[in-house]
Structure formats: structure tokens, C-alpha cells
Nanobody, 122 residues
Framework: VQLQASGGGLVQPGDSLRLSCLVS????????IGWFRQVPGKAREGVSC????????TYADFVKGRFTISRDNAKNTVYLQMTNLTPEDTALYFC????????????????RGQGTQVTVSS
């Protein structure tokens, strides 16, 4: 399974942005896909995850109500719609295929892609 994130950029506080994770591989649709973020010098953070079997979603507390994860299996893509962005959301965002799609347990994954930079600044 290969993952490629895109859609990052420079936005202002309060703006919205949609990230895309293009997933390829013969079994990709059977994997949960999660979004993570990392700032240099800080630990990575799990942001959100969506399961394969029923598209159940989970979110980190700090993005609940602002971010929405979704998947389009026909397009091999998982999206992260981000709204009301703040400077604290500035990070490198990457997608991965965690073994468990639950906060705290989602840091173990077999596959991850390179990230896309999101910068929120006025």
C-alpha cells in the first residue's frame, strides 16, 4: 500500500483547507486510513482515522468539530476537510494505515506516506 498526501498550503487563521490522501495497492480498501501531523521537535499527533469496513470515524479532541475525514473508495482517496484553522494547526500532515483506528492506539502502522505542509499564519 502506498499513500501520497497533497493539498497543503499557506492559509490565514479561520480559513479552510482540504487535504487528500491518494492510496494505491491491491488491498488498500481493506485498510483503515488515518491522518497525523508533526511539528519539528515535537511528538507526532494523531488527528483522525476512518475505518475500512464501515467508514467509522474518530478524531483527536483538539480537532473535533473542525475537521472531517471521509473516504471515496472509487477514487482511492481519503480526505481531511479542515475548517477554522489556527496557527496551532501548522504542521506537516501525513496519512498512514494504522492497525487500530482509535486515538492512542493508532500510532502503529505498516504504511505511511510523505506529508504535505500546512501553515496557518496571518
Amino acid at each position: 500500500v502506498q499513500l501520497q498526501a497533497s493539498g497543503g498550503g499557506l492559509v490565514q487563521p479561520g480559513d479552510s483547507l482540504r487535504l487528500s490522501c491518494l492510496v494505491s495497492g491491491p488491498t488498500w480498501e481493506y485498510h483503515s486510513i488515518g491522518w497525523f501531523r508533526q511539528v519539528p521537535g515535537k511528538a507526532r499527533e494523531g488527528v483522525s482515522c476512518i475505518t475500512s469496513h464501515d467508514s467509522s470515524t474518530t478524531y483527536a479532541d483538539f480537532v473535533k468539530g473542525r475537521f472531517t475525514i471521509s473516504r471515496d473508495n472509487a477514487k482511492n482517496t481519503v480526505y481531511l476537510q479542515m475548517t477554522n484553522l489556527t496557527p496551532e494547526d501548522t504542521a506537516l500532515y501525513f496519512c498512514a494505515a494504522p492497525l487500530v483506528c482509535e486515538p492512542g492506539y493508532w500510532y502503529e502502522y505498516d504504511y505511511r506516506g510523505q506529508g504535505t505542509q500546512v501553515t496557518v499564519s496571518s
